[in-house]
């Protein structure tokens, strides 16, 4: 079962939000991959992607704030 490890970045608390429990997030999951909370805008970008990008219909296109990811970036490892 893959687990959750470690946020990445900031927490939303500390990015500024009122609640501290409601916002973009990452997470550094026990397999490897990250696993990402934003708002699903699939239905907005799904026809701007490229011509050589697609998703599965099981997958969903999230926006995260840019605040966000900038502050998770001294959290993703190099390999």
Same mark, same amino acid.
């Given at each position: ?29 026990? !397999?490897?991959?990250?696993? #990402?909370?934003? $708002?699903?805008? &699939? ?8 011509? @050589? /990008?697609?998703?599965? !219909?099981?997958?969903?296109? #999230?926006?995260? $704030?840019?605040? &966000? ?8 490892? @190099? /390999?």
């Amino acid at each position: 079962m893959v687990t959750i490890v470690r946020r990445i970045g900031d927490s939303p608390l500390a990015r500024g939000s009122a609640s501290g429990q409601t916002c973009p997030d990452i997470f550094e999951l026990s !397999d490897g991959s990250f696993a #990402v909370i934003g $708002t699903d805008a &699939t239905a907005a970008l799904d026809p701007a992607l490229p011509a @050589d /990008a697609s998703r599965a !219909d099981h997958e969903r296109i #999230v926006v995260v $704030t840019r605040e &966000t990811l900038i502050r998770a970036k001294t959290d993703i490892p @190099d /390999a």
